[in-house]
């Protein structure tokens, strides 16, 4: 079930159609809530709605998840970004690249953040 919510969720947002994307995300999510994929999925939707706020949730979540996968840190850095709350950006960046230093989206990410500081 939650694959085929997931399949939904794809399909819309590939369609554009981000707030019907979030719907079956959430579904999709109440079945599987410990796919760290699944919040990656509707993040993305947040984001293309400039939903920052709803994303930064997602990211946290996907951290709480899976704490050493570095793309949960660009995630939370980049929401917020969207929130302009750069201090925080860069932080999210940095954790993520005591991780990985050779993250390249961490990499860029901290560049623009501190840019924006």
């Not at 509707?42 to 996968?69: F, G, M």
């Not at 860069?90 to 501190?114: N, R």
Request: hydrophobic share 45%.
């Amino acid at each position: 079930m939650a694959e085929e919510a997931k399949a939904k969720g794809n399909a819309a947002f590939s369609s554009g159609d981000f707030t019907t994307a979030i719907n079956h995300f959430t579904e999709a999510i109440a079945l599987a809530p410990t796919d760290h994929v699944l919040f990656l999925n509707r993040y993305a939707a947040h984001v293309s709605l400039h939903q920052y706020a709803e994303a930064l949730s997602d990211a946290k979540q996907t951290i709480k998840l899976k704490p050493y996968w570095t793309k949960g840190y660009s995630l939370l850095g980049a929401a917020y970004i969207g929130l302009n709350q750069f201090e925080l950006a860069v932080t999210a960046y940095k954790k993520g690249l005591d991780i990985d230093p050779t993250d390249e989206a961490l990499k860029s990410g901290l560049v623009e953040a501190e840019a924006s500081v």
